[in-house]
């Protein structure tokens, strides 16, 4: 079974030459993984068709091999039955949005790898270089039945780099790393403008708005005819090909021009700028929204929007991008003299306009999108409370993720031929009462165990 | 000396109702008294409430009623009168006259208590100048405008108590309220609430200082700063005490030494007169800040933030020092990395009375989900878990014989939720503080009957994370 996605064939071509990309491969098979494995008698939240009452799920080969009510679906004989009466059966939550495995203390720089800040436009920094797959936080968030998420870099920069999407469970890094360069992290807003003289800034370019907007419209048409001039650079060697093949014959050509030189970072941009996959733009106030919305549509970028809290006066024109939306975090502030449930309400409010949500797990000034990540089902229910239907908000932290990631064929529903990433819990997923029984990844069922759990089964004694 | 003898016990409430009640004005002679007064007079004010709009009988009917105090009563009523809770019970003995507010399917609780808010300072929560600021009076930042104010109050929270930040070893004394929301800044204190100062340890003071190349760098220092400090109060107590002594043998020649307002504040401490509030981690920190408060003969009222204290609960227990704690925040700083979402029920089932806190201005606002994920962390009943909220953090402040319990004379700070507090989906629907009503999600616009005007932008996140100093302050 192969998850890895190819969907990157430029960058990876790339990376490869660089020497910098391994095989991904599925983590190794374990001797439970090839046995049939019935979860019987739950209640099935499948995402994709509804919840059955009395459900069966069959896993084998780490594979979701039939779903349905108990009595349709046949239970081979030699399978091992996990009695799951009483309980909610539903597909592995997926953060669309954290920085897992980029930082383990908050505080301590030697452990933080979020941001390269050195220029805004960075789009050659890689997550996959700096993602520390044996980082304590990833068992915090895998107890509370959270099986995938987007990682992405902070948010420093216009172009912070390139996300991954991994699982929750794994040997290796590369176990882990489902997709690499899944997606282009942008931001527009206030934040970038560190380089300015607030806040103790440096007063150099770019310290406002238009600086931002130009430096990253200059960036991408630099691409363009970086792009251009490569294509024109490979046509040359052809010709001087057709004329002999003999290397030296070659080396003694125009030796007037040079040789076409790679830029890793103009690279990078291409496979944006052709569209081929999402930039995800993290940006609050309504009027960033419009202003960074002209650029992408200028260079036809493939849009996924990030945050837009302060964005309810433009709720319908959001709607008309007609592009995915992450919404929040949801606990993000409200400015002052709106309503205290502004930000509450957004996922509702655009769902009812028909746009695909994802919903992440941060907060508002707590300690980040890496140790929080745990909390991201009661995300999801807190859109719930404030008006989102309860289904909208399960796909939001599931089957929506994977497709806004390209990985919706494999990942976040319960449904025959996907990934077995799949929970089990005494209760509704999204309640912050329930407490989540058993956690499967890749039909693996996970030690319910972290760091956290060591030490209080320590002070227990 | 004469804030010890004159004032007696009284000097420990953050004094509102001096004899004279509703009279209160500002009185120009108050301020003669003495200047060791004026910090809390600066915190008291005066006592300028507004006309009341509530109604003087109010029948809360037919609820599933969380006390606080004894359990969860179904199909309950509450009946307020004049302010305070006059009968709880399946049926209650109310006059014809009274207000009668159906909460058929509804939950009533008390209103969600805050021990740790930094709210409504705008970025002034740190004086981190010194390590030893205990004079800084947080009244005198409070900002009663603030948005952060009105969130919280939408999320059910009717009294806060707004500390000084962690930058300091000392910090400054807070001030309490009751979030009415609408009313003027002296109506807004919370009445005769006690004083209470903010003590910090661990990373925060040893960071900021330490950064300055100034005491204190390390923890040794930290604690040092500490004990000299309470030193030097001793020494200026005995002085006051020599001096008092003379004045009493009818010594006219002698002089009285001079008022110093941080050894003062210091003073009170020994004397018992200030609640300790203490920002503190880590387990071996505990054990010391117990060890000088022994030494120097106080009390410590609570440890703040507190992660560690699963490790050495059944030693702090019988200090009778509670904690307030955050449910799951962790990582964020080396002192917060052993932190485990079980210390609350962990630390409660070994005696140690247990509140949650937001030092947040987003946490602040659904700390009633906050108390249900404690029913998954460790297997909290509701009724333990919603005390966490209401009862264990009015303790902490001192106000726990007026508020954070649904029983008869107490205050009538109520809230009215959807469904379970302790669920995910949880709204405050109504909120009711002394028996006005301050937060109604039923009505349009901020749901605020008392308010109608500009709110202020909070600054920041609400925790010490601020800008300015504040962000040496930290978490």
Redesign the interface.
Same mark, same amino acid.
């Given at each position: 079974m192969k998850i890895h996605m190819n969907m990157c064939t430029k960058v990876q071509s790339l990376l490869l030459l660089s020497g910098l990309i391994a095989a991904v491969s599925l983590p190794a098979q374990t001797t439970g993984k090839k046995q049939t494995l019935a979860i019987t008698g739950g209640k099935l939240l499948t995402v994709s068709h509804g919840t059955i009452e009395n459900g069966t799920l069959l896993i084998a080969d780490g594979k979701i091999i039939a779903v349905g009510v108990a009595g349709k679906v046949t239970v081979p004989k030699d399978a091992t039955i996990i009695d799951a009466r009483g309980l909610t059966v539903y597909p592995g939550l997926i953060d669309p949005d954290t920085t897992l495995g980029l930082v383990e203390v908050g505080s301590d720089q030697n452990s933080t790898d979020t941001s390269e800040a050195s220029d805004e436009i960075m789009p050659h920094m890689h997550v996959a270089d700096a993602f520390h797959a044996e980082t304590e936080l990833i068992p915090v968030a895998r107890l509370n039945g959270v099986t995938n998420a987007v990682v992405a870099p902070g948010t420093d920069d216009s172009v912070a780099g390139q996300d991954i999407f991994i699982q929750l469970a794994g040997k290796t890094r590369d176990d882990m790393i489902l997709g690499r360069d899944v997606a282009l992290a942008m931001n527009f807003g206030a934040d970038q403008r560190r380089r300015g003289g607030r806040g103790g800034g440096r007063g150099e370019f770019p310290s406002t708005r238009m600086g931002l907007i130009t430096q990253l419209r200059q960036n991408l048409m630099d691409a363009q005819h970086y792009e251009a001039t490569k294509l024109e650079a490979q046509k040359k060697p052809e010709k001087s090909a057709d004329m002999t093949s003999d290397k030296s014959v070659e080396k003694s050509g125009d030796k007037t021009e040079k040789p076409f030189e790679r830029d890793l970072k103009m690279e990078a941009l291409l496979p944006y700028l052709h569209g081929e996959r999402p930039v995800v733009i993290g940006v609050y106030e309504a009027y960033d929204v419009e202003t960074i919305m002209k650029v992408a549509q200028e260079f036809h970028l493939k849009v996924i929007l990030n945050h837009v809290t302060r964005t309810q006066e433009i709720l319908d024109e959001i709607a008309a991008y007609k592009v995915p939306v992450i919404v929040g975090p949801i606990y993000e502030l409200p400015r002052a003299n709106e309503r205290f449930d502004a930000v509450y309400t957004l996922p509702a409010e655009l769902a009812k306009r028909g746009v695909k949500i994802a919903i992440s797990s941060g907060e508002a000034g707590g300690p980040g999108g890496a140790h929080t990540v745990r909390n991201l089902p009661y995300s999801a229910g807190f859109a719930a409370a404030y008006g989102l239907p309860y289904d909208e908000a399960l796909k939001a932290i599931t089957l929506n993720v994977a497709e806004m990631f390209g990985f919706g064929d494999k990942l976040g529903s319960l449904d025959v031929g996907k990934t077995a990433n799949v929970v089990l819990a005494n209760g509704d997923p999204l309640d912050v009462r329930t407490d989540v029984k058993q956690v499967f990844i890749d039909g693996v069922s996970q030690p319910l165990v972290s760091r956290q759990t060591r030490l209080r089964d320590e002070y227990s004694k | 000396m004469q804030s010890a003898g004159t004032s007696g016990g009284k000097n420990l409430f953050q004094a509102q109702n001096i004899p004279g009640g509703s009279l209160l004005k500002p009185f120009p002679s108050l301020l003669l008294l003495t200047p060791v007064l004026l910090p809390f007079l600066a915190a008291t004010g005066a006592a300028a409430q507004q006309a009341q709009s509530a109604p003087t009988d109010l029948v809360l009917k037919n609820a599933t009623v969380m006390t606080a105090s004894h359990g969860t009563i179904q199909n309950c009523s509450v009946w307020v009168h004049a302010g305070k809770i006059a009968a709880v019970g399946t049926t209650v003995d109310a006059p014809s006259s009274a207000v009668v507010v159906d909460a058929t399917g509804k939950w009533l609780t008390p209103g969600i208590i805050d021990p740790h808010s930094h709210s409504a300072l705008d970025s002034d929560v740190n004086e981190a100048t010194s390590p030893v600021t205990p004079s800084m009076m947080m009244i005198d930042a409070f900002d009663n405008r603030d948005?952060?104010l #009105?969130?919280a109050l939408?999320?059910g929270v009717t009294t806060e108590l707004l500390l000084h930040g962690s930058a300091n070893m000392i910090g400054g004394q807070a001030v309490v309220i009751k979030n009415k929301f609408g009313l003027s800044r002296d109506a807004m204190l919370f009445p005769n609430a006690p004083r209470s100062i903010k003590f910090a340890s661990g990373?925060n003071p040893k960071r900021v200082y330490g950064s300055r190349n100034q005491l204190p760098s390390t923890r040794m220092g930290n604690f040092e700063i500490m004990r000299q400090s309470f030193e030097n109060a001793k020494s200026y107590m005995a002085t006051w005490d020599a001096y008092n002594a003379k004045v009493a043998k009818g010594d006219k020649t002698a002089t009285a030494p001079k008022v110093d307002l941080k050894l003062e504040a210091l003073a009170d401490v020994l004397r018992g007169k200030l609640y300790v509030q203490i920002h503190c981690y880590r387990a071996d920190e505990f054990l010391t800040e117990e060890a000088i408060a022994h030494e120097y003969g106080y009390k410590i009222r609570a440890f703040h933030h507190a992660l560690e204290m #699963?490790?050495v609960a059944d030693k702090i227990a019988p200090e009778n020092t509670a904690i307030a704690t955050f449910t799951?925040?962790? @990582?964020?700083?080396?002192e917060?990395?052993?932190?485990?979402?079980?210390n609350a029920v962990?630390s409660m089932r070994k005696g140690v009375r247990v509140a949650l806190k937001s030092d !947040?201005?987003? &946490?602040i606002?659904?700390l009633n989900?906050e108390a @249900?994920?404690m029913? &998954?962390y460790g297997g909290a009943t509701e009724d333990e878990a919603i005390r966490m909220v209401t009862l264990n953090p009015a303790w902490i402040i001192g106000v726990d014989d007026r508020t954070g319990s649904i029983d008869v004379g107490k205050d009538a700070d109520l809230v009215i939720w959807n469904v379970d507090p302790? !669920?995910? #989906?949880?709204?405050a629907e109504k909120v009711y503080i002394d028996g006005d009503l301050f937060f109604d999600n039923s009505t349009p616009?901020? @749901?605020t009957p008392h308010f109608s005007g500009?709110? &202020?932008?909070?600054t920041?996140? @609400?925790?010490d994370?601020s800008?300015g100093f504040n962000d040496e302050g930290?978490n």
């Open positions: - | 948005a952060a #009105y969130q939408a999320g990373e #699963y490790k799951d925040w962790w @990582g964020f700083k080396d917060a990395w052993d932190a485990i979402p079980w962990m !947040s201005n987003d &946490h606002r659904r989900q @249900g994920k029913v &998954h302790l !669920s995910t #989906y949880a709204r616009g901020f @749901g500009v709110m &202020h932008e909070a920041g996140f @609400g925790n994370d800008e930290g």
